[in-house]
Nanobody
């Protein structure tokens, strides 16, 4: 079964930074494109960033220039560096393949508030 384990969330003030991590051994071993997704309360889950095994990245317009997705194929991890955080970035963040598979992790809560 495909597994994803996210960590690194927390409470941060506007303008602050967080770095999220995701363990995704099987997906990275097999060279899948990975993505970070987020779901705010009462909203659908949206794709935030993607990164191929070769290093190509894409970002949602709302996070472009503030978020950076990286990938360590040796450690089988993906990361999301989030800078200049805004209250509207508050959500549960998940990693998954692109396109997704049904087995989501528990996610990690990011709350941006003063």
């Amino acid at each position: 079964q495909v597994q994803f384990v996210e960590s690194g969330g927390g409470l941060v003030q506007p303008g602050g930074s967080l770095r999220l991590s995701c363990a995704a051994a099987r997906s990275i071993e097999r060279g899948y494109t990975m993505g970070w997704y987020r779901q705010a309360p009462g909203k659908q889950r949206d794709l935030v960033a993607t990164r191929t095994s070769g290093g190509s990245t894409t970002y949602a317009d709302s996070v472009k220039g503030r978020f950076t997705m990286s990938r360590d194929n040796d450690k089988k991890m993906v990361y999301l560096q989030m800078n200049s955080l805004k209250p509207e970035d508050t959500a549960v963040y998940y990693c998954n393949r692109v396109p997704t598979v049904p087995s989501w992790g528990q996610g990690t809560q990011v709350t941006v508030s003063s």
